[in-house]
């Protein structure tokens, strides 16, 4: 058997060759779901006042000393400060305001007494306890002061983190952008879906698929598109490729066939080493830097669940490694086989398997529909990968195996 190159190993030659795309500025409109490429200090104290953490009274402490329900203390009301009153107030001695929560407190009060804690009266209150300073008062910087850093660098930049890169006064961000990325799907027998198949056409699902993937997983697809399987128009188009993409993918033509033209475009050029790595499916692979930018390209084999596979094992560990991302972060999970399947020798295995809910919290996996490279019949209902290891050939119910959620499945972006 000839010798194939470990996935690890594959995998690591494409990482090595990737490194984060070059940092820009983006308001924070713009940033969701970006990676932050610089610690973001803020510009304000959080809170930014002093204010109520209670809907009550505005108080000084030692007004109401000796107060509780047996011996409740009045005090006259000097008027309502409400959330968003932006006058300066001072609190007389002697007096309370009412306050609502987000309020700012009024100079000289430095305790809030809850509205139920109180008669709840409006010219005059009966306070039924006596509070210490500080009570239901939120002072200005004690969650974030004016320069502590709030966010880092090689954040995932969430809705939460925006809000707080929002309230910390902060407009724009430095953040790794989305990497762009172009799918070529190669063949003389593809034809576009809807068509009417001759003799020896199929459809062209795997462009389709690969650029979906591409923008589930949170990148954009600079350019999609089909190839004939001539090597002049394929050379053209592969050794200089157009759009400025930041990686291309293409599918077929990577095999052992006389008429594996992705190959020899690109074998034949020098600038991609093409191998057989020890997996199943998706054993043909080949990566290299061509034209005058160096533009990575991955070449995936043709059969749909072949490259659905390879975009999971190489592609996106890639797109995570250009966006500034840990290339080794994806949402891997450790499930249990809920029944046996065999394996191949010298491959590591990759089942499309159906994830069941389990009573004792750990998910149990199934395989689900033709495993063979080119069935395509059940991929709507596979939510996951399960990665049989090299050294297994055949798996047992109750094994215990890690898997990879297929992108998209049951998450919208997964970079």
Same mark, same amino acid.
């Given at each position: 058997?000839?010798?194939?190159?470990?996935?690890?190993?594959?995998?690591?030659?494409?990482?090595?060759?990737?490194?984060?795309?070059?940092?820009?500025?983006?308001?924070?409109?713009?940033?969701?779901? @970006?990676? %932050?490429?610089?610690?973001?200090?803020?510009?304000?104290?959080?809170?930014?006042?002093?204010?109520?953490?209670?809907?009550?009274?505005?108080?000084?402490?030692?007004?109401?000393?000796?107060?509780?329900?047996?011996?409740?203390?009045?005090?006259? *009301?000097?008027?309502?400060?409400?959330?968003?009153?932006?006058?300066?107030?001072?609190?007389?001695?002697?007096?309370?305001?009412?306050?609502?929560?987000?309020?700012?407190?009024?100079?000289?009060?430095?305790?809030?007494?809850?509205?139920?804690?109180?008669?709840?009266?409006?010219?005059?209150?009966?306070?039924?306890?006596?509070?210490?300073?500080?009570?239901?008062?939120?002072?200005?910087?004690?969650?974030?002061?004016?320069?502590?850093?709030?966010?880092?660098?090689?954040?995932?930049?969430?809705?939460?983190? @925006?809000?707080?890169?929002?309230?910390?006064?902060?407009?724009?961000?430095?953040?790794?952008?989305?990497?762009?990325?172009?799918?070529?799907?190669?063949? #003389?027998? @593809?034809?576009?879906?809807?068509?009417? %198949?001759?003799?020896?056409?199929?459809?062209?699902?795997?462009?389709?698929?690969?650029?979906?993937?591409?923008?589930?997983?949170?990148?954009?697809?600079?350019?999609?598109?089909?190839?004939? #399987?001539?090597?002049?128009?394929?050379?053209?188009?592969?050794?200089?490729?157009? $759009?400025?993409?930041?990686?291309?993918?293409?599918?077929?033509?990577?095999?052992?066939?006389?008429?594996?033209?992705?190959?020899?475009? &690109?074998?034949?050029?020098?600038?991609?080493?093409?191998?057989?790595?020890?997996?199943?499916?998706?054993?043909?692979?080949?990566?290299?830097?061509?034209?005058?930018?160096?533009?990575?390209?991955?070449?995936?084999? $043709?059969?749909?669940?072949?490259?659905?596979?390879?975009?999971?094992?190489?592609?996106?560990?890639? &797109?995570?490694?250009?966006?500034?991302?840990?290339?080794?972060?994806?949402?891997?999970?450790?499930?249990?086989?809920?029944?046996?399947?065999?394996? *191949?020798?010298?491959?590591? =295995?990759?089942?499309?398997?159906?994830?069941?809910?389990?009573? #004792? $919290?750990?998910?149990?996996?199934?395989?689900?529909?033709?495993?063979?490279?080119?069935?395509?019949?059940?991929?709507? =209902?596979?939510?996951?990968?399960?990665?049989?290891?090299?050294?297994?050939?055949?798996?047992?119910?109750?094994?215990?195996?890690?898997?990879?959620?297929?992108?998209?499945? #049951?998450?919208?972006?997964? %970079?």
């Amino acid at each position: 058997m000839p010798e194939l190159r470990p996935v690890r190993t594959h995998l690591e030659i494409i990482l090595e060759a990737l490194g984060p795309l070059p940092p820009v500025t983006r308001p924070l409109r713009e940033a969701l779901g @970006l990676t %932050l490429a610089a610690d973001v200090a803020s510009r304000t104290d959080l809170p930014a006042f002093t204010n109520s953490a209670m809907d009550g009274y505005a108080v000084r402490a030692q007004d109401l000393l000796g107060a509780g329900p047996a011996s409740p203390v009045a005090l006259p *009301v000097d008027g309502d400060i409400a959330a968003g009153d932006t006058r300066w107030h001072v609190l007389a001695p002697g007096h309370a305001m009412r306050i609502m929560t987000g309020a700012p407190l009024p100079e000289g009060a430095d305790a809030v007494v809850a509205v139920e804690d109180t008669d709840g009266g409006t010219a005059e209150a009966a306070f039924l306890l006596a509070p210490a300073p500080g009570r239901h008062v939120r002072h200005q910087g004690e969650d974030v002061r004016v320069g502590d850093v709030v966010l880092r660098s090689g954040t995932l930049l969430s809705p939460g983190h @925006l809000a707080l890169a929002a309230a910390a006064n902060v407009p724009e961000l430095e953040v790794i952008r989305r990497p762009r990325v172009s799918v070529v799907s190669t063949g #003389d027998e @593809l034809v576009p879906a809807g068509s009417e %198949l001759g003799h020896g056409q199929i459809v062209n699902s795997n462009e389709l698929m690969l650029a979906a993937l591409v923008e589930a997983a949170g990148a954009e697809v600079a350019r999609s598109s089909h190839l004939p #399987d001539d090597l002049e128009v394929m050379r053209e188009v592969l050794l200089d490729p157009p $759009g400025e993409p930041d990686l291309v993918l293409t599918s077929g033509g990577v095999s052992m066939g006389a008429y594996d033209t992705v190959k020899e475009a &690109l074998g034949g050029a020098g600038v991609v080493e093409f191998a057989k790595v020890a997996m199943r499916p998706g054993m043909p692979q080949g990566f290299g830097l061509v034209g005058p930018r160096a533009v990575p390209v991955i070449t995936l084999p $043709g059969n749909p669940l072949s490259s659905l596979v390879s975009f999971h094992v190489f592609v996106l560990p890639a &797109l995570r490694r250009l966006s500034g991302l840990d290339p080794e972060g994806t949402a891997r999970f450790t499930a249990v086989a809920g029944t046996g399947w065999r394996s *191949v020798p010298h491959k590591v =295995e990759y089942t499309r398997v159906a994830v069941e809910a389990s009573p #004792d $919290g750990l998910p149990r996996v199934r395989p689900f529909g033709g495993q063979a490279s080119h069935s395509v019949g059940a991929l709507a =209902e596979a939510s996951a990968l399960a990665v049989v290891p090299v050294d297994v050939t055949e798996v047992r119910e109750g094994m215990t195996l890690t898997c990879i959620p297929l992108v998209g499945q #049951d998450r919208a972006h997964v %970079l």
